[in-house]
């Protein structure tokens, strides 16, 4: 299983506003590690979506934000579209395992 | 265009070998760390091997610690992942990632992806 842990799926209907759970432990999110997250559609590379817990690149819409607390962070959407279904990834760095950068296991968006 | 494209996946027997390439364009490669990361399809992303910048300090997941060695030719703009006593558990899209300091340490570019299937 994934060192950080997301629900597998979510789901909303056009216009609504969902949240995506990273969660983590103090040797990494808790640690004060940054957390990263990443957008993929299938067949697809993924593609950074936010980075630095709440940073979006240039491009990504602000419908996109981050935060972090604790040992948890989330990845917020809101104003949901059809084009926001895909799969999504929450990533940091982990002192235990050495050099180590994890995932968490993905969480599919339905809009439905 | 800042760009990375995978070669060198294919089919390969158990216990076999493979050499997956990168190759980089559109920023100076040198100054950047860069991964492999790699995806069962459907399944989510394993971190699996990072590189300095300079090629003199490289890290490994432990499920490939051993068996896979990670390089890269700055000169050739490439990164290298050399994967030896393939098992049918490396079977999985590799991805190349780059590694900016400057977002975080984020993977802010990512390649297309090649396809390793080991399988006899």
């Known amino acids: 299983q994934s060192v950080l842990t997301q629900p597998p799926s979510v789901s909303g209907a056009p216009g609504q506003r969902v949240t995506i759970s990273c969660t983590g432990s103090s040797s990494n999110i808790g640690a004060g590690y940054d957390v990263h997250w990443y957008q993929q559609f299938p067949g697809t590379a993924p593609k950074l979506l936010i980075y630095g817990n709440r940073n979006r690149p240039s491009g990504v819409p602000d419908r996109f934000s981050g935060s972090k607390s604790g040992t948890s962070a989330s990845l917020a959407i809101t104003g949901l579209q059809a084009e926001d279904e895909a799969d999504y990834f929450c990533?940091?760095?982990?002192?235990?395992?050495?050099?180590?950068?994890?995932f968490g296991g993905g969480t599919k968006l339905t809009v439905l | 265009e800042v760009q990375l494209v995978e070669s060198g996946g294919a089919l390969v027997q158990p216990g076999g070998s493979l050499r997956l390439s990168c190759a980089a364009s559109g920023f100076t490669f040198s100054n950047y760390w860069m991964h492999w990361v790699r995806q069962v399809p459907g399944k989510g992303l394993v971190w699996v091997s990072r590189i300095n910048s300079d090629g003199s300090s490289t890290n490994y997941a432990d499920s490939v610690k051993g068996r896979f060695t990670i390089s890269r030719d700055n000169a050739k703009n490439t990164l290298y992942l050399q994967m030896n006593s393939l098992r049918a558990e490396d079977t999985a899209v590799y991805y190349c990632?780059?590694?900016?300091?400057?977002?975080?340490?984020?993977?802010?570019?990512w390649g297309q992806g090649t396809m390793v299937t080991v399988s006899s």
């Open positions: 990632a780059r590694e900016d300091p400057l977002r975080f340490f984020a993977f802010d570019i």
């Open positions: 990533q940091s760095y982990d002192r235990s395992l050495s050099g180590s950068r994890v």
